[in-house]
């Protein structure tokens, strides 16, 4: 009898073995298992900003300006990852190595700082009345949220992911997260110098450069600029090889300021004076609005808090003094084509504006899909005509080797600045990939209208999760093998054992 008990309590001690070895094998295959995951699937960002009080209520914020970036492509391996696009890659961020929110915070923070400085265009959509915004057909990827820097509130950048890795549900395609936002009661106020001549010819206003200028402009609490805006009143802008510099005020309160120019003595000069340079040259000045209209004052209340307001103080010069030159304007039209349509992919392009003696005079780095302008300075003495060439180059402006690049290139040529049409002119460029084997990155995604979806957490928001370097290298299958052979061995090794004792 005491043999049988002792037989029966191996068994169960065997048993007990087993069904532990069984609960870890599920729980290593109880991850979000690689299974559920389909490469290439596309879903959505539902988003809700909102704003919580120290008591923890939550109010939704209607008409905040959002700005979204494709920040990573996804690499998958048996497990997913999210690894940066090359737009971002400067950021050297390993997402894979992250453990804890403040990572999440820190990245996103950063990649924000990369955005604002890339070439990269960002699909912007502002929240309705529940302060809802919904991004929807979107590629999988990474995405990072920000808010616009006009915007009326503060929106702390967050990272998002599609699709959202939960052990729970699986992947989640349609994604719920809710921006950390905050209302200021401050706002800044950006003040920008511009060079003009007067168009002996047209009478109308023509852009200039300045070799090297100083300039210095004041905020006052008057409107005859007597009262200084505190003891940091006064700004210095720089201007240096360009048409224009900018100075910037931070956390002005409510209230009327009044912009104005000084003077060597830092007085403000009176609006629409002359200043004299020298015996032969001189020039007036003015302050514009963002609306383009003649106004110096400034005013921060309910409507702009938060927001960058704008002044322009514009120097009008009658003649040009000595280092000052006439501006023209070259606009490049920049399309990539793939199979046909227009894309955007991750590769960088550049072209470079050359004068008729083929020196070049400027290289610029190309949007993609739209346009940038560049400027060619050049003196007073002019000729009605001007003629550049724009190619596309690297970004050193070395003409590129068209039987080696990856596109075939078009619309390159020369380029007519005229007198009569301001000195401005275009050229469209496009490049059209040579073979279809180009994946399309650097995409933005789409905005619309979805409806609802599973709720996840992100980086930045009000919540964090993982959702990186999730899922299990082996196949499910693997570990049903695993499995069974591991009852196979256990089973025959209880079978050995009872012929053992009956022996």
């Not at 490469?39 to 809700?48: E, F, M, Q, R, Y």
């Not at 700005?67 to 997913?80: K, P, Q």
């Not at 210095?216 to 409107?223: A, T, Y």
């Not at 990155?441 to 979806?453: K, R």
Request: contains cysteine; aromatic residues 8%; proline residues 3%.
């Amino acid at each position: 009898m005491k043999q049988k008990k002792k037989k029966f309590k191996m068994w169960n001690k065997l048993l007990a073995f087993l069904g532990m070895f069984v609960m870890l094998t599920c729980c290593l295959a109880g991850t979000v298992q690689a299974g559920s995951y389909e490469a290439g699937k596309k879903g959505s960002l539902n988003l809700t900003v909102q704003q919580t009080d120290k008591d923890g209520k939550t109010t939704p914020l209607t008409g905040v300006k959002l700005e979204l970036y494709r920040v990573a492509d996804v690499s998958f391996d048996g497990n997913v990852h999210f690894v940066l696009t090359s737009s971002m890659s400067s950021a050297k961020l390993d997402f894979d190595s992250f453990e804890n929110a403040s990572e999440w915070y820190s990245a996103a923070e950063k990649l924000a700082e990369v955005a604002a400085a890339s070439s990269v265009k960002p699909v912007e959509a502002v929240s309705d009345e529940q302060g809802k915004v919904v991004y929807s057909d979107m590629e999988e990827g990474m995405y990072l949220v920000i808010g616009a820097a006009e915007s009326s509130v503060k929106v702390t950048p967050m990272l998002l992911t599609v699709p959202f890795a939960s052990t729970e549900e699986g992947w989640i395609y349609d994604v719920q997260a809710y921006p950390k936002a905050e209302k200021s009661n401050t706002a800044g106020i950006t003040v920008e110098k511009r060079l003009y001549r007067i168009n002996p010819n047209t009478f109308e206003l023509d852009e200039i450069t300045a070799d090297d200028a100083t300039y210095k402009v004041g905020l006052f609490l008057d409107k005859d600029g007597t009262i200084p805006y505190g003891d940091d009143y006064i700004r210095t802008i720089h201007i240096q090889n360009a048409q224009s510099g900018k100075a910037s005020y931070s956390n002005v309160l409510r209230g009327t300021y009044y912009v104005f120019e000084l003077d060597e003595n830092n007085k403000a000069i009176k609006l629409n004076d002359e200043v004299q340079i020298d015996k032969e040259n001189s020039f007036h000045y003015n302050v514009t609005n963002a609306a383009d209209k003649e106004d110096n004052s400034v005013v921060v209340d309910d409507n702009t808090v938060a927001t960058d307001i704008a002044a322009y103080v514009n120097n009008i010069f009658s003649t040009l003094p000595e280092g000052f030159f006439v501006n023209g304007k070259i606009e490049i039209t920049k399309n990539v084509v793939v199979d046909g349509v227009k894309k955007t992919v991750d590769d960088k392009f550049y072209a470079t504006v050359f004068d008729d003696s083929g020196k070049a005079v400027s290289t610029v780095e190309l949007k993609q899909n739209d346009k940038v302008t560049v400027t060619v300075p050049f003196s007073e003495d002019i000729k009605d005509t001007v003629t550049y060439a724009v190619k596309e180059t690297d970004k050193n402006g070395n003409v590129l080797d068209k039987d080696s690049f990856a596109y075939v290139v078009s619309g390159e040529g020369s380029v007519k600045l005229n007198e009569s049409d301001q000195y401005k002119g275009s050229i469209e460029i496009t490049n059209t990939k040579k073979d279809a084997t180009v994946t399309p990155g650097g995409s933005n995604g789409g905005s619309g209208t979805s409806n609802g979806g599973s709720d996840a957490s992100s980086h930045g928001g009000s919540a964090t999760s993982r959702p990186v370097k999730t899922g299990d290298p082996m196949n499910p299958a693997f570990w049903g093998l695993v499995l069974l052979v591991s009852v196979i061995v256990i089973a025959g090794g209880v079978v050995a054992y009872k012929k053992r004792k009956q022996k």
